[in-house]
């Protein structure tokens, strides 16, 4: 009977929260529906349509607002003068300029490596044009490391007999060309998976039929094999048009191995190269997932490697024209769906289960993943206060109001107000059961209020939070929770704006900005902006993330010392994240729980005085600590990007 009744009252309580959580979405949607409604009544009207110039030459404006940058003016201009001037710089340095000279070509061949590595590169062929497939064999044939064989595997059909023709006069005159004509075409994955019969090199390299590799690529990869015992290595790549591959389009330039990225994205792709040891037992492409078998490929191969390596250069070149996924995924509609089944897979060994995957604005190949929610945890929301009390008011009336996740506690530190009307706020907060008030009266230590916060909070979950925030997305705590419940991840980052709808948080990355200590990426971009390569747009690991609006488990919190109370202000969020990372834990930004920050956007301004002082203390400790990680560089920012910016400015190679 006992447990009857407890179960009718757990019943009863999820019921509840049940119809809470669909109230809050049903005012939510009248909102909308009303804001439509009144906007349909305005398009109607007769001064709608008389406005039409008006508007016009309004819109005008702030687009060119937008083209001049974040300014708006004479030094928004400038900013952007610079800032192509050195993307032209970067683009015609990283073609054909950073090829090896004779110099440096005949130093890369005669050196000699205490590896004895031969790369296996598999190339599948299927009715590829002339210039195209001799354009891909040349460049081969013209590394500097002389350790490959090259395995091509043919599936053309009868009109494209000159494949055949050309590869077997190559194969004529270099052994390391292994050519086989297919009896037939067997898709990308069949075709490939014929090349790797062929191969006997104890290192496997993917490149596609119509692409080009850097003269330096295996010669670099030799580097990583011998002096970082790297058992998958990719390069960073570039898209191009023509018959040159200066003619670049887009420059990827990637991060460090980032399992959340490649979840989201094949941001890997081209150049994998990997020990054949990784395939024991492992089928190469599986043909089920055509369209998206290297995604599926990385994700399998990766998860088995024991040391993947980045080797940030430029070194290969995407060709890009009308049938290739380069110029459009439309060309190959199906690899979207493909994709979205080698993420599930993966996912699925991973142990995760009841996940969602859906395309991001940014691509249809760029994903959202949704996580299921273990249990119904409390999160216990630790906000410092110092009067303020509409800052206050603002941030948490919109946890009330917006929050669909229910099992939360808020716990405000009091810390040396002074005016009447926030201790009367305070009053009117103690009706609410979820809310506790607890005092901290010695001076302002950011980190030491948190830290009195946390220890007088009862939730699994830490969410640190300032009170100039305010709520915007519904699921903002589902949307960290999902992340901060993994077992390989310690904090979870919100994105944050400003009032005028530009960026004030989409991670931090440390070695950036004038310091040289962190600084926060897309800065000041606008909301709309889907950011490089569209990370604005997809879940991934970062460095840090702000404290502004933080979530990580109490147990990892605890295991880490919590915040560090010699940085009484600033970068104490970002040591508290180096911290985890030293533990082996990552740290996941996601856009799609989104707050706005109300923070000044003219912060620079306040550093005077003794703030500057203490300011440039905490920087000279941070730098002191961490020094080995700045020196080695953010591993989620790729050394090609200008630290001097929070644009992904990229800099001009260094051959």
Known sequence: MEDQNYYMKEYKAEKERTAVLEEKIRTATNEMNATADHLERIKGSKIWAMSKPARDVLHFLQRTKQRLGSYGSIRGIMRKVDSKMQERAARSSHGTKSFPDEARRKAEEETVFDKNIVFSILVPLYNTPKNFLTDMIDSVKAQTYGGWELCLADGSDDEHSYVEEICKQYADADSRIIYKKLESNEGISGNTNECLKLATGNFIALFDHDDIIHPSVLYEYMKVICDEDADYIYCDETTFKGNSVDNMITLHFKPDFAIDNLRANNY?????????????????????????????????????????????????????HKASV??????????????????????RTCGYENFEITSTRAFETIFRIRYEIKGNPRASIVIPNKDHVEDLKRCVSSIFEKSTYDNYEIVIVENNSVTDEIFAYYEELKSHANVKIVTWEDEFNYSAVCNFGVKASSGEFILLLNNDTEVITLDWIEELLMYAQRDDVACSGAKLYYPDMTIQ???????????????????????????????????????????????????????????????????????????????????????????????????????????????????????????????????????????DRSDYTILPAKN
């Not at 395939?279 to 997932?289: A, P, Q, Y």
């Open 326 to 347: 380069a110029k459009d995924i439309n060309a190959k509609s199906y690899a979207i769906d493909a994709a979205k089944g080698a993420v599930a897979d993966h996912l």
């Open 505 to 643: 948080h989409a991670g931090v990355v440390i070695g950036l900005g004038a310091h040289r200590t962190a600084g926060h990426t897309h800065y000041l971009m606008p909301v709309t902006n889907l950011g490089y390569m569209g990370r604005l747009c997809y879940a991934q690991d970062v460095t840090a993330v702000t404290g502004a609006c933080l979530m990580v488990s109490r147990a990892i919190y605890d295991e880490v010392g919590g915040l560090d109370e010699e940085f009484k202000v600033a970068l104490n969020d970002v040591d508290f994240c180096l911290k985890c990372r030293q533990k082996g834990y990552l740290n996941v930004f996601t856009p799609f729980a989104e707050l706005y920050h109300y923070e000044s956007a003219s912060r620079g301004s306040d550093m005077q005085g003794a703030s500057a002082e203490r300011y440039n203390e905490e920087c000279a400790r941070f730098k002191e600590r961490w020094a080995k990680e700045l020196a080695a560089g953010d591993p989620y920012y790729n050394p090609n990007f200008s630290l």
């Open 268 to 320: 890997i792709c081209h150049f994998s190269a990997f020990s054949r040891d990784l395939l024991d037992g492992m089928e190469l492409f599986r043909s089920r997932f055509d369209g998206s078998q290297d995604h599926d490929m990385i994700l399998r191969l990766t998860s088995r490697a024991k040391h993947v390596v980045h080797v940030p250069k430029l070194m290969y070149y995407w060709r890009s």
